[in-house]
């Protein structure tokens, strides 16, 4: 739909608008009297969210690429109907959702002041290629003092479908090398770094970043908290119907060799990934849906 008719179906004076974002791509920008948020029709890809007064919360590459096909680099990618490289053969990582343009289904601003935007990816028809099952993916994004994402996936296909996801979501964080993330003590994890896959055990500490970090807690639905001591701030992440925390930062090498990151952004994001990975995906009957959340606050 073009930036017009979004703007006459869906607009919301003074709170919500849709205009041209990087790349000339479509986006939503919501203000609300607590918070600005931007998010792209291209994935559902929330790019943007900081509340009046303080420091953004999320992180976005200044090397992200925003055209057709390609995954932006930061905000919140949605990854699905498979997560890392469990796709299809030859399939790109992470799956089609987050490389697609999505309609917007509705708009709402609430009585307390939040906005509730609905995105749908419509598999429904026909399967989204590589990709060779039919589904109907919904994300829920409401925006207001938390940022609350909201993942519902139906099978829609006349056969059952095993999936893989996450909410990629990057933190902004002043230096990764200061940072805590608590609430993954004592867990199990497979540890993907440098592209091996070796089952490790978290020790009783929280997880400091002292090198490239790419770990899957499996089997885990804890609360994380992100201490951030320069910006005086805790991130704290509650999620829903998710299995697996993914946590992820490049480090020197990896971010060097990403061409849509800058060689030295990686001291400043920190992924904590709410998802169903590897061995927790999830299998959906056919007509059945699964909601996977991700519910994001501050404290200072
Ligand atoms: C993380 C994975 O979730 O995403 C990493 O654990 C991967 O292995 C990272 O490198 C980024 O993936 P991409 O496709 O966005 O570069």
């Known amino acids: 739909m073009r930036i017009q008719e979004l703007q006459s179906q869906f607009a919301i004076p003074g709170a ?22 931007h998010i792209y029709t291209h994935g559902a890809h929330v790019t943007h969210w900081q509340r009046h007064g303080e420091a953004p919360v999320l992180f976005m590459s200044s090397q ?3 055209k057709d096909g390609a995954p932006i680099r930061g905000g919140v990618p949605v990854c699905f109907p498979w997560f890392g490289g469990s ?9 089609v959702a987050r490389l697609a343009e999505w309609e917007v289904e509705s708009v709402t601003l609430k009585s307390d002041g939040t906005v509730v935007a609905v995105f ?20 829920r994004v409401t925006v207001g003092r938390s940022l609350t994402m909201a993942l ?23 230096d990764v090398r200061q940072i805590r993330v608590l609430g993954l003590e004592n ?22 970043i002292t090198a490239e970090t790419d770990r899957v807690y499996l089997n885990n639905r804890a609360t994380c908290v992100i201490e951030v001591p320069n910006f005086g701030r805790k991130i704290v992440i509650e999620k829903s119907g998710s299995d697996s925390t993914v946590v992820w930062n490049p480090w020197i090498a990896k971010a060097k060799a990403m061409p849509d990151f800058g060689d030295d952004e990686w001291p400043r994001m920190i992924c904590v990934e709410t998802a169903n990975a590897h061995g927790n995906a999830i299998t959906l009957a056919p007509g059945a849906s699964h909601v996977m959340e991700a519910r994001i606050r501050l404290e200072t």
């Open 16 to 37: 919500v608008e849709f205009e041209p974002g990087q790349g000339g791509l479509t986006r939503m920008a919501i203000t609300t009297s607590e918070c600005a948020a």
């Open 64 to 66: 992200s690429q925003f």
């Open 87 to 95: 796709g299809p053969a030859g399939a790109p990582i992470h799956g």
């Open 120 to 139: 749908l990816l419509n598999a429904n028809e026909r399967a989204l290629a590589p990709w060779p099952q039919r589904f109907e993916l919904r994300h």
């Open 152 to 174: 519902e996936a139906r099978n829609t296909d006349p056969k059952p479908q095993r999936i893989t996801e996450a909410l990629h979501t990057y933190f902004l964080v002043d």
């Open 187 to 208: 867990a199990s994890y497979i540890d993907t770094a440098g592209g091996g896959r070796v089952e490790r055990r978290q020790g009783a500490e929280p997880i400091t």
